[in-house]
């Protein structure tokens, strides 16, 4: 048989010409592979080195301002002067030179128990306090007092120069209370250096961390503020390259300040119209700035991220507020029960993220829902499958504490053992840590909280039978009994709501994987 290529030839010198091409380009293929290896190896490295040694230089700077900060509370709290509320003369040039010598202060304030409030703020610590405080370039501080009278409460502004020479003087009323404040609060019951949480301060508007000190033998806190503004300031001197960027986190992974300008930023909100009548809009403008409640953690639907208020509850607050021209400030830095509490008092106008049972329902106007929300059982993986809450009789069972379903489970099933824990988050932590058996709250919510902390190995079991009867399963906002006026306006807005504002919130809000 013939050879179809017929008779293949090849000379000595093209054999040595191939072969030798072929080993030259193996070698200069292994050569650049290896090159290459190593040259990523040696920047993933020096990378490394240089991030290792930036940590430790920013974690060696902030240790040292927390240790400048609590030697300077120390000492501003053994300073008995600050004691007597008619020496604020004395309290103002105390306080500006502190102020002077730590650019990264905001402000140094008192509060007492009688509800009295002394503060000092440096206006050029923040870039939003002379547009948000009304000062001018001039202005170099601000002094904020608050008093108690038979009308109610008042708060007092004067803008001061750089030599303390008074410009201008106003005053408002307010339902501000230093009593209530966590800074304050921490710190009356401790002797020690208290440190918060970030939360938003209440006379700015901004986010920012405070530290605190009750003055031995008396009824007076003195208190330092620190806005993140500042704190990110400090960060973004220590970036490392053009497009590299520098985040701060606590040891649960929360985002404390970033170098990032626009970290903090939201996009706008997608606002329908909303036609308003000539009383409406009347009523609109003879309303006060009303105060909303902000939880700290209950995401997506309500918690605060660095003090900033976020989340679906948020966004629907704000689409409101906007539609109607409502004017509102959220409060954050309390517990559920806290807000509750303010709410009771009148100092919260509007309670949001209200989930209505028998006990809660008498608390106000609830109004319309804006958002369902269905419940579910969180176990270990591989546990079985959950069908109906009586399967847990005699186990027990970890619930966000101040949750409306709590009585209800209580009620329907007493041989559950309930643990209430501080937050979804830590609820999900006990059945991971074997201290629960299971976790019960909203399905979103345990899913959105799961993905954000990186906790694997839960299995979800919704569908559950909660019992005979309906659950509380739907969010309203809480309006005090005699604002039915308020009331309808907001309902008003939440039906003006449509399908484009519900696909931003659910894409925003609620787009995630259900299968994890």
């Known amino acids: 048989m013939k050879n179809p290529f017929g008779n ?17 380009t193996l070698t200069a293929a292994l050569a650049i592979g290896l090159q290459y290896y190593f040259g990523q190896s040696m920047a993933r490295q020096a990378a490394t080195n240089l991030y290792s040694t930036a940590s430790s230089s920013i974690t060696a700077e902030l240790v040292n301002i927390g240790r400048i900060n609590a030697n300077v509370i120390d000492l501003l709290a053994d300073n ?5 509320p008619n020496t604020e003369l004395e309290h103002l040039e105390v306080f500006t030179k ?80 230093v009593r209530n404040r966590p800074w304050y609060v921490s710190a ?35 208190a330092i ?17 053009s497009h590299s960027d520098v985040y701060l986190y606590t040891g649960d992974g929360q985002v404390i300040a970033s170098s990032r300008d626009n970290y903090y930023a939201k996009p706008a909100l997608p606002v329908p119209e909303l036609n308003l009548t000539a009383d409406e809009k009347q009523f609109v403008r003879s309303l006060p700035t009303l105060t909303v409640s902000n939880e700290l953690d209950w995401p997506p639907f309500d918690y605060s991220q660095t003090g900033q208020p976020r989340g679906y509850s948020v966004d629907v607050i704000e689409m409101i507020a906007q539609m109607t021209g409502l004017k509102i400030r ?6 559920w029960p806290e807000l509750v509490a303010q709410y009771k008092k009148g100092e919260i106008d509007l309670l949001q993220s209200v989930i209505l049972t028998q006990n809660n329902k008498s608390w106000g106007l609830p109004g319309s829902s804006y958002v369902e929300l ?9 546990t079985g499958a959950f069908t109906d809450l009586s399967q847990l009789d005699g186990k027990s069972l970890a619930i966000p504490r101040g949750w409306s379903i709590i009585p209800v489970v209580r009620a329907r099933f007493p041989k559950i053992g309930i643990i209430e824990t501080n937050s979804t988050l830590h609820a999900l932590e006990l059945v991971l840590a074997g201290e629960a058996v299971a976790a019960l709250d909203n399905e979103v919510i345990m899913r959105y909280t799961a993905r954000s902390y990186f906790l694997d190995d839960l299995q979800y079991h919704a569908n559950i039978r909660l019992g ?49």
């Open 8 to 24: 293949i030839r090849t000379t000595i010198r093209l054999t040595v010409v191939a072969v030798f091409v072929l080993a030259t």
């Open 80 to 84: 008995t002067t600050l004691i007597d």
């Open 98 to 177: 502190v102020l002077q010598k730590n650019p990264l202060y905001y402000g140094i304030y008192l509060g007492r128990s009688d509800g009295s409030f002394f503060e000092v703020i440096n206006l050029d610590t923040s870039d939003n306090a002379r547009q948000m405080l009304r000062a001018l370039p001039t202005d170099r501080w601000l002094i904020i007092t608050v008093r108690h009278g038979e009308h109610g409460s008042e708060r007092h502004y004067r803008y001061l120069d750089e030599h303390l020479a008074p410009r201008l003087a106003r005053s408002e009323s307010t339902d501000y209370d």
């Open 188 to 222: 009356m019951a401790s002797s020690a250096v208290q440190r918060t949480d970030p939360y938003l301060f209440a006379q700015l508007g901004v986010t920012g961390q405070t530290v605190s000190k009750h003055i031995l033998g008396s009824d007076t806190v003195v």
């Open 225 to 241: 503020d620190m806005t993140l503004s500042s704190i990110s300031k400090f960060l973004t001197k220590h970036d490392l390259a």
């Open 330 to 335: 959220f409060t954050n830095g309390h517990s």
């Open 374 to 382: 269905p419940y579910a059982l969180v176990t270990k993986e591989h």
């Open 468 to 516: 005979e009867g309906g659950v509380p399963d739907k969010l309203h906002i809480m309006v005090a009994a005699d604002q039915p006026q308020l009331r309808n306006l907001i309902d008003k807005a939440i039906a003006a709501i449509g399908e484009n504002q519900r696909k931003y919130l659910s894409d925003s809000w609620l787009a995630f994987d259900t299968e994890v």
